[in-house]
C-alpha cells in the first residue's frame, strides 16, 4: 500500500474495504488507527512514532488526517476509522468464519458489546476475550503472551487507549510467534457496546466528532482535543508551507 508522511508519520493511503480485505484474508498484519492526537504525540515522541510506522496499515482516522493526507496526496482520501473497520470487518469476515479475540476495556463494556455483535450477526465467530488489569505494557505482555498464543485468533482487537495499545501490539509480537492481525482500536468496543454515545456520520463528515467525544470525557480528552488538535494544524501548516 502507498503511504503518505504526514507531519513525522507514514499514513496509508487505503480504505474501510482495503483493511477489511486485508484483515480478513491475510495474516501477521498490524493495524493503527491514526487521528491527529495520534500524529501529534508521534512528533514528540520518536518511540512511538517508530512503532506506528512499523505497522503494516496506519489508517487516517478523522476529519483532520483524512482531509491533510488528501491536500499532501492531492487526492480525495476519505476517512478511515476504527468503527467502520470494526464492524465491516466482522461483516466481511461472516462468511469465511474469521475468529475474533477482544482484548481491553472492563468486563460490562465487552460483555455487551458481545452480546450486541451476536444479536447483529448470530453467527460470528469470538473466540474470547480479556479485560486485563491497569498495568503497564510490559506487566500485560508478560501475564497474557502466552494465552494469546494459545488461542492464535485471525483478529485481535485491541482497547487499551492510544498509545498503549499500539505499544502493547508492538512488544507482544517481539514476544510470541503468532499470525493472527492485530488492531488498535481505542473507544470502539464502547461505542458499540452502546455505553458511550458515537457522533452521527454528518457531525464526523464536517470534523465535529470531537465535540461529543469531549462532552462524554472532558477531564481525559480536554488536552486531545484542544492542545493537540492546535498542535496539529501548526505542523501541519509547517510542512504545508515547507513544500511550497
Same mark, same amino acid.
Given at each position: 500500500m502507498n503511504t503518505v508522511r504526514v507531519l513525522n508519520t507514514d499514513i496509508t493511503d487505503t480504505t474501510i474495504n482495503d483493511v477489511s480485505n486485508m484483515l480478513n484474508n491475510s495474516s501477521g498484519n498490524t493495524v493503527a488507527i491514526c487521528n491527529a492526537n495520534t500524529l501529534v504525540q508521534c512528533v514528540k515522541n520518536n518511540d512511538i512514532n517508530s512503532v506506528i510506522n512499523s505497522f503494516t496499515v496506519a489508517s487516517p482516522d478523522g476529519f483532520p488526517v483524512a482531509k491533510a493526507i488528501s491536500k499532501l496526496a492531492k487526492k480525495n482520501i476519505k476517512r478511515v476509522d476504527g468503527y467502520k473497520v470494526f464492524k465491516q470487518t466482522i461483516e466481511d469476515g461472516l462468511e469465511k468464519n474469521t475468529s475474533h479475540y477482544f482484548f481491553g476495556s472492563s468486563e460490562r463494556v465487552v460483555s455487551r458489546m458481545i452480546s450486541n455483535l451476536e444479536r447483529e450477526y448470530p453467527s460470528v465467530n469470538i473466540l474470547g476475550y480479556t479485560c486485563p488489569p491497569i498495568e503497564d505494557v510490559d506487566d500485560l505482555v508478560n501475564t497474557f503472551t502466552e494465552s494469546l498464543g494459545d488461542r492464535n %485468533? &485471525?483478529? !485481535?482487537? !485491541?482497547?487499551?487507549?492510544? %498509545?498503549?495499545?499500539?505499544?502493547?501490539? &508492538?512488544?507482544l509480537l517481539k514476544n510470541i510467534s503468532i499470525q493472527s492481525n492485530f488492531i488498535g482500536v481505542g473507544a470502539v468496543f464502547e461505542w458499540v457496546a452502546g455505553t458511550k454515545l458515537k457522533a452521527p456520520e454528518w457531525m464526523a463528515n464536517i470534523g465535529l466528532e470531537w465535540v461529543l467525544r469531549l462532552v462524554q470525557e472532558p477531564r481525559r480528552l480536554f488536552k486531545r482535543y484542544l492542545v493537540d488538535n492546535t498542535l496539529f494544524v501548526y505542523y501541519l501548516t509547517k510542512q504545508l508551507l515547507s513544500k511550497n
Open positions: %485468533p &485471525d483478529i !485481535v482487537w !485491541v482497547s487499551l487507549g492510544f %498509545p498503549k495499545q499500539e505499544m502493547f501490539i &508492538d512488544k
